[in-house]
């Protein structure tokens, strides 16, 4: 057929082409959000959950303890992990710890040696929250605060910028990096806490 006896398209059937594409961009626009929307809320639960479980005395009801405590933590990182204090005051104090394994002994070296005083009362406290999320990457930064109650009394006041990193594995969040960084050190009057108890129940079914 000659290109002057083509039959002319239907302006209809283009408008319902437009309108067809323009909603399908919509969708995929709207997808995409979702899907960054849920994996901030997810990554805001594994960093929550980390410090949760860092506490002292830990909140998680039935945890026997501190070595059942790391293993909990340990869930929440790759393999493939690295954890680190950098600065001035952080990178001589807890240096970097690369893989699981080292990231591990690093929390046994912590909790693991009972050490005097023994610590008491420490509880973390996040903000100024900062997610970015690309595919199956992303990264975190807070600032926390965290108070320390020690059994002879002394007493200090800890506030560190956390600079993190996080992987999509299996549809699960997890951290991949954990960056720390001192922020400042106050110490506290002594007996400036009071009515603290020596073990959570708070999570009790």
Not at 2 to 16: G, K, N, T
Not at 47 to 60: G, I, K, S, V, W
Not at 172 to 201: C, H, K, M, Q
Request: glycine residues 6%; aromatic residues 10%.
């Amino acid at each position: 057929m000659s290109l002057e006896h083509r039959a002319p398209s239907d302006p209809a059937d283009d408008s319902q082409d437009r309108r067809v594409a323009a909603l399908e961009e919509t969708v995929a626009g709207l997808v995409r959000r979702v899907r960054v929307l849920e994996a901030e809320a997810e990554i805001r639960r594994v960093q929550a959950r980390y410090m949760f479980l860092c506490d002292t005395p830990c909140p998680e009801f039935g945890v026997a303890g501190d070595d059942e405590r790391i293993d909990l933590i340990m869930e929440l990182y790759t393999d493939d992990a690295v954890w680190e204090g950098v600065g001035e005051y952080y990178d001589g104090q807890f240096g970097r710890a690369e893989g699981a394994a080292a990231i591990r002994a690093h929390f046994q070296r912590f909790w693991g040696e009972k050490k005097d005083p023994a610590l008491l009362l420490n509880a973390h406290y996040l903000t100024s929250e900062q997610i970015h999320v690309d595919g199956d990457e992303a990264t975190g930064q807070w600032i926390h605060m965290q108070p320390w109650l020690f059994s002879d009394g002394k007493a200090l006041l800890r506030s560190s910028r956390l600079n993190n990193a996080f992987r999509r594995v299996d549809d699960t969040w997890r951290i991949t990096r954990t960056r720390t960084e001192n922020v400042f050190i106050a110490p506290l009057p002594e007996g400036w806490a009071s009515d603290y108890p020596s073990a959570s129940v708070l999570m009790k079914p």
